[in-house]
């Protein structure tokens, strides 16, 4: 690992973006940070939804056996509040690399589909997604629209089982396609920008570690240190995703 370099300054971003133009295959790995900037907050600290809300509602035996309680907050946080929420110049920055052919593909801890809004196509869902709801009977999938939850608990058009939102509960496993598409880019990407994420969320904090040990270079986005910082990071920079991604994408797209 390099020296971190924990600093807002212009030459680490230049940087940045020179290790990224060299770079055979490139991964953005985001988490909730990235999604700050659209109003959305994030799950943890002092201001994050679990000061607010009991996270309770997310674990799948309560759910089961609760589930118009716990429909009554997912709607609230998921449907009526992230429902809202639009990408920032962070997600279209991400979104213009990859179109051009820089970054192959985003591993998103987020279930918010603003990447995808933005334009990027090869998303990695790793906890999942809001856009769909799963039959917890049957396994049928639909795509989320507000009919959906005209009357609580929604249910299933084919079997009238329980739908859930169709991204991971507490108890519940990573997505097998996620989880195998992940882990290899852990292993054949040697370059890993990481926005907005702490570290601290298994198993999904081990994917940078894993990249790593494999001999990927590791930039590190993010308004704070993280648990990546002083242990994995190669090049810290910090600042906001949305400047910070923006102006790597200026200089690597024009100049």
Same mark, same amino acid.
């Given at each position: 690992m390099a020296n971190n370099l924990i600093t807002s300054d212009y030459s680490v971003i230049k940087k940045a973006a020179e290790k990224i133009k060299e770079a055979e295959r490139v991964i953005a790995f985001t988490g909730a940070g990235i999604s700050v900037e659209s109003g959305i907050p994030p799950f943890r600290g002092p201001d994050g939804l679990w000061s607010r809300y009991d996270p309770v509602v997310l674990d799948m035996n309560y759910f089961l056996n609760n589930p118009e309680d716990s429909w009554k907050v997912i709607k609230e946080i998921f449907y009526d509040f992230f429902g809202k929420a639009a990408p920032n110049p962070a997600h279209y920055a991400l979104a213009e690399l990859e179109k051009e052919g820089i970054i192959?593909?985003?591993?998103?801890?987020?279930?918010?589909?603003?990447?995808?809004?933005?334009?990027?196509?090869?998303?990695?869902? !790793?906890?999942g997604t809001s856009r769909t709801l799963a039959c917890v009977n049957c396994g049928k999938k639909i795509s989320f629209h507000e009919g959906l939850l005209e009357s609580l608990p929604p249910r299933c058009s084919e079997c009238t089982g329980l739908l859930k939102p169709d991204f991971i509960f507490f108890g519940e496993g990573i997505p097998h396609q996620a989880y195998s598409s @992940?882990? !290899?880019?852990? @292993?054949?990407?040697?370059?890993?920008?990481?926005?907005?994420?702490?570290?601290?969320?298994?198993?999904?904090?081990?994917?940078?570690?894993?990249? @790593?040990?494999?001999?990927?270079?590791?930039?590190?986005?993010?308004?704070?240190? @993280?648990?990546?910082?002083?242990?994995?990071?190669?090049? !810290?920079?910090?600042?906001k995703a949305s400047g910070v991604l923006s102006s790597i994408k200026k200089l690597i797209l024009e100049e």
């Open positions: 192959k593909n985003i591993i998103t801890q987020n279930i918010d589909n603003l990447h995808q809004q933005a334009g990027s196509r090869n998303v990695i869902e !790793f906890h @992940s882990i !290899f880019e852990t @292993s054949n990407a040697d370059l890993w920008i990481l926005v907005g994420t702490t570290g601290e969320i298994m198993p999904a904090s081990m994917l940078p570690v894993n990249a @790593s040990e494999n001999g990927a270079y590791i930039i590190e986005v993010n308004i704070n240190e @993280s648990n990546y910082t002083g242990s994995i990071t190669d090049l !810290f920079i910090k600042g």
